[in-house]
C-alpha cells in the first residue's frame, strides 16, 4: 500500500490555525487578543511569530509550550518553532526598532556646529545610499528640522506612536516638531520622557543608521540616550581649542563608561592654509584627539573639517561632487562613519540560524535541544540573548542521555543583536566537546 502524500503546506497551515484557536488565554485565544503575528509552514516545519509583549514570563512559557502541543499535533506537522516580534530589538533600557545602527554625534561644548555636521553628514550617507534618520534630542534648543527645512506637526499611528516627518527621504523627529505653541520649559523628568518616546516609540521605517543629534552639557537628555538607548557608536566634534577639548573629553568620557565605542573626533571650522576663509580658530587641529585623553577612538585622525561658508546651509552643500573643502570634509566624515558600521556588525548569522531571541528563558532552553531532534548530527545555529554558555550546557546535558555529545560549540559576539551560538552534535557521547570563543 502506498503512503499518503502530506497535504499542501496551505492546508497544514490552516490545521494549525484551527487548533490554536482552542487555546485558552486571558480574554480569549492568541488569534483574537492578537498576539500570534504570523503563522508559517513549509515542509512540514511550523513557525509562530509571538507578540509577548503583554504577557508576564508564567504566561510565555504556557503559551509557548501550548502552540508547540497544538502543532506536533497536528497530521504532516514534523517540527515546530516559536519567534518573537521584534526579536531583533535590543534589550536595553530604551529599545529602538525599525534601525540597524544608531550613532550619537557630541559634544558638551556648544557652539562646535555639531548639528550642522550631524545634518550634513545625515546628507552624505543618504546620498551614499544609506536610508537614514535624525534624532534631534535639544529639547530646548532643536536646531536639525530648520538646517533641513522640514515642519511639523508630527503625526501619530493609531496607537499613538509618532511618526517621523520626511525631510528629502531622510526621517526626522524632533521636539521642535511638536511643540507648535512655542518654547516649552522642559524640566527632569520631562525632559526624559519626552527622550525617550519621540525616540523609543517613534515608527522609524527600515532605517541603516539613525543619527542621534545630542544637546551640550551632560544633562538628563545626554545621560538618558547614552545609558540607555542601544548606541552602536559615537561621533565626536569639537572645535581645536583647549576649551573645546576638555567640554569634548567630558562627552568622551561618558561613552566610555557605558561602552559606546568612539569612532574619532571630528575637529570642526579649522582653519586651512592656502584659502582665504576667516576661521576663528588658526591652530593646528591634529593635535585635538591626543588632547581628549580618555577617548580611544576607532579612527585615530579624522580629517579636519574647515571653516567653509558652504557648509552653513546642509540643504545647499554638495555631497555628490564635491567641490569645496568642506564639503569634500563631510563625505570623507560619511566615508568614516561607512566604514565604522560596516565593521561594527559581527559575524554574519546563517541563513537557517534558529532566531530565540524574545523568548522567556525556559521555552528558549526547550527550543533549543528540539532542535536536535530533527538536526540529526547537522550543525544547529542559534542567535539568542541572555548566556550562551549555559544553554551550551543545557544542550549537552540533555544530548547525554540520547547517548549522543557536543562535538564543537562556537560563540560569536553579535554586540547589541545578541549571541550567535553554533553547535555540532555526534552520536559519540564518550567524545569530549570543545568550546571555541570567538576570537
Not at 516580534?85 to 540597524?100: I, N, R
Request: with cysteine; proline share 8%; glycine share 8%.
Amino acid at each position: 500500500m502506498e503512503a499518503t502524500p502530506p497535504r499542501p503546506d496551505d492546508e497544514v497551515r490552516r490545521a494549525v490555525v484551527d487548533g490554536v484557536r482552542t487555546v485558552r488565554i486571558p480574554g480569549g485565544d492568541p488569534i483574537s487578543e492578537q498576539l500570534l503575528e504570523e503563522v508559517i509552514v513549509e515542509d512540514g516545519i511550523v513557525t509562530f511569530v509571538v507578540n509577548f509583549g503583554r504577557l508576564d514570563q508564567p504566561m510565555a512559557n504556557r503559551l509557548t509550550d501550548q502552540l508547540r502541543g497544538v502543532a506536533l499535533a497536528t497530521p504532516d506537522v514534523e517540527h515546530t518553532r516559536v519567534e518573537a516580534v521584534e526579536a531583533e530589538a535590543p534589550e536595553t533600557g530604551l529599545p529602538v526598532t525599525g534601525v540597524e545602527s544608531l550613532i550619537a554625534v557630541g559634544s558638551a561644548k556648544g557652539g562646535v556646529g555639531k548639528t550642522t555636521i550631524a545634518v550634513s553628514l545625515a546628507r552624505a550617507l543618504d546620498a551614499a545610499g544609506l536610508d537614514v534618520a535624525v534624532f534631534d534630542a535639544n529639547v530646548h534648543a532643536p536646531d536639525a528640522p530648520d538646517l533641513l527645512d522640514t515642519e511639523g506637526p508630527v503625526q501619530s499611528t493609531p496607537s499613538g506612536s509618532p511618526m517621523p516627518v520626511l525631510a528629502d527621504g531622510i526621517e526626522v523627529m524632533s521636539v521642535e516638531l511638536i511643540a507648535e505653541d512655542g518654547p516649552v520649559a522642559w524640566r527632569g523628568a520631562m525632559v526624559h520622557d519626552v527622550v525617550t518616546d519621540l525616540l523609543g516609540n517613534a515608527v522609524w521605517e527600515g532605517r541603516d543608521v539613525l543619527l542621534v543629534d545630542l544637546p551640550p552639557g551632560i544633562g538628563e537628555a545626554v545621560t538618558t540616550l547614552v545609558q540607555q538607548a542601544p548606541l552602536d557608536g559615537g561621533l565626536l566634534v569639537s572645535t581645536p581649542t583647549s576649551a573645546g577639548a576638555r567640554s569634548t573629553e567630558r562627552t568622551g568620557a561618558l561613552f566610555e563608561a557605558y561602552g559606546v565605542p568612539t569612532i574619532g573626533v571630528a575637529p570642526n571650522m579649522v582653519a586651512t592654509e592656502g584659502e582665504d576663509l576667516e576661521s576663528p580658530y588658526a591652530c593646528d587641529s591634529r593635535s585635538l584627539t591626543n588632547e581628549i585623553d580618555s577617548v580611544d577612538p576607532v579612527n585615530e585622525s579624522l580629517e579636519p573639517i574647515p571653516f567653509d561658508p558652504a557648509l552653513r546651509d546642509p540643504l545647499t552643500m554638495d555631497v555628490v561632487e564635491p567641490s569645496t573643502p568642506g564639503e569634500e570634509a563631510i563625505v570623507s566624515l560619511a566615508t568614516c562613519v561607512q566604514e565604522f558600521l560596516s565593521g561594527s556588525t559581527g559575524p554574519e548569522v546563517p541563513e537557517e540560524a534558529v532566531d530565540l531571541r524574545g523568548l522567556p528563558p525556559t521555552s528558549v532552553r526547550r527550543q533549543a535541544i528540539a532542535e536536535f531532534g530533527v538536526a540529526d548530527d547537522s550543525p544547529v545555529s542559534i542567535v539568542m540573548r541572555g548566556d550562551a554558555e549555559e544553554l551550551s550546557e543545557v544542550v549537552e546535558q540533555r544530548l547525554e542521555y540520547d547517548g549522543r555529545s557536543l562535538a564543537r560549540t562556537t560563540i560569536d559576539d553579535l554586540g547589541r543583536d545578541g549571541w550567535l551560538l553554533e553547535l555540532k552534535a555526534e552520536a559519540d557521547a564518550s567524545t569530549p566537546s570543545t568550546s571555541e570563543p570567538a576570537a
